[in-house]
């Protein structure tokens, strides 16, 4: 009778501490029925459970959470289950990244906290969107919250899913609430970037060992979300954002940048887990100031290549929005997955090109012509390890075999634009675009 009693309790302890998880508000899975409930959001209109909006992007599932956050709302304006509806639990390493995905119309912040039943809160972390009118996983990590009296007994989970001051109503979808664990560590660059060998004479740096930097205010923004540490790789020094979900680099002010001049901007990058990489210019215009009505700014995306050091040689044409690079004030980092990508840069810097084709440097390759139509010839100076296409969604559509030979039929390919990728034997990645007309 005693080990039966035992059993039984011993089951329902297991039973209090369950998490009814992942949260994906499917018919007859955890969040289709409870009893959401609206607040600070003037009128309160309920949380409705509807169709997926887009299932052409990262969530395909059927149903998913609608939550209106009305202009008038509090920028806290949120929405939180009934107490034990998600179960009883303890945040541990085994549950302490949660993620969930987002539709927004609007880049803000996203906001996820829980509580106890007694009402103690873990207090929200907020993780911004960084795309819109799409799909998109933001990822938070409790991990500091671990041991904390507010870690353990909780049994509501509350999202803000619009935290700030609005000035207009949003139509926000959020989906698939799951919780995990950090996972193993993510490797780490065992040696520095290669060093850029332009002449000094052609190139405005921002961070590099190989040439004098010019002033910049902060690599870190008051207004980033992610951490920096300074390190050194091999006695390189080396920025590492950790954490990641966007980063401002401002040089304002009298520090503000001409670099009209330019024709690149080029920067190395290494990451062992981001399927995206985001780089925005903005310039302040003939104002110098933010926000003073006559901002540009453009971001382009690329694919990494993951525990690689990448090499960005990037046209300032890319960025088509800018209407001057006579005032570059802000270079804005972010990328997928949103609030835990990890990425080493160095060597950010603008340069000039000498016209040419027959000028190529050490760590350089050439595509021409291009646009191409059948046979791409590509210049360079190094030995190759690999030769290959991928497309500017990152599949990988073509090996070059013969490796001593410098053009690549690319008659097949579909029009479009593609990434050709180059690794020579010292383990140096480079890339470039091309397009096929």
């Not at 969530?59 to 009934?82: D, H």
């Not at 880049?107 to 907020?126: D, Q």
């Not at 819109?132 to 509350?158: A, C, R």
């Not at 090499?311 to 609030?339: E, R, W």
Request: hydrophobic fraction near 40%; proline fraction near 5%.
């Amino acid at each position: 009778m005693r080990k039966l009693l035992f059993s039984f309790f011993l089951l329902n302890s297991l039973f209090s501490i369950a998490q009814n998880v992942p949260i994906t508000f499917e018919p007859g899975a955890f969040g289709s029925t409870w009893s959401w409930t609206v607040f600070e959001n003037i009128g309160n209109p309920p949380l409705e459970i509807v169709v997926n909006p887009d299932v052409t992007g990262l969530n395909t599932s059927a149903t998913v959470a609608k939550f209106t956050a009305l202009q008038g709302g509090m920028p806290y304006a949120g929405v939180e289950c009934a107490h034990g509806e998600v179960g009883t639990f303890t945040l541990t390493p085994a549950n302490c990244i949660v993620k969930i995905m987002v539709n927004k119309p609007v880049i803000s912040n996203v906001g996820i906290k829980f509580a106890t039943g007694s009402g103690a809160s873990t207090g929200e972390l907020l993780v911004a969107n960084t795309q819109i009118n799409k799909w998109e996983e933001l990822t938070f990590d409790f991990t500091p919250i671990l041991g904390l009296p507010t870690s353990s007994g909780i049994n509501q989970v509350i999202i803000f899913p619009d935290f700030q001051n609005r000035t207009s109503t949003n139509i926000c979808y959020f989906d698939n609430i799951t919780f995990g664990t950090p996972g193993p560590p993510l490797a780490t660059p065992m040696t520095p970037a290669p060093d850029p060998n332009f002449a000094a004479v052609d190139v405005i740096s921002m961070f590099s060992n190989v040439y004098t930097d010019v002033p910049v205010n902060t690599w870190q923004t008051a207004w980033s979300q992610g951490t920096l540490n300074d390190i050194q790789i091999q006695g390189n020094d080396t920025k590492k954002y950790s954490g990641l979900n966007f980063v401002g680099v401002e040089t304002t002010g009298s520090n503000i940048l001409n670099v009209s001049n330019m024709t690149h901007l080029y920067l190395n990058v290494w990451t062992a887990n981001m399927t995206e990489f985001r780089v925005k210019l903005v310039d302040f215009g003939n104002d110098l100031s933010y926000a003073g009505g006559d901002d540009t700014e453009h971001e382009l995306t690329f694919t990494p290549i993951l525990e690689n050091w990448m090499t960005l040689d990037i046209s300032l044409t890319d960025f088509v929005n800018l209407a001057s690079n006579n005032h570059i004030a802000q270079l804005i980092f972010s990328g997928n997955p949103s609030g835990s990508g990890v990425v080493y840069v160095d060597n950010v810097l603008f340069h000039t090109v000498v016209t040419g084709i027959e000028t190529i440097q050490a760590n350089e390759m050439k595509l021409y012509p291009n646009p191409v139509q059948n046979e791409l010839t590509i210049a360079h100076s190094a030995d190759l390890a690999s030769l290959q296409i991928y497309s500017l969604t990152g599949e990988h559509i073509l090996v070059q075999t013969d490796l001593t030979a410098a053009k690549m039929n690319v008659s097949q390919l579909e029009s479009g634009m593609y990434v050709c990728v180059m690794e020579t034997v010292s383990g140096e990645i480079l890339q470039e675009k091309f397009i096929k007309d």
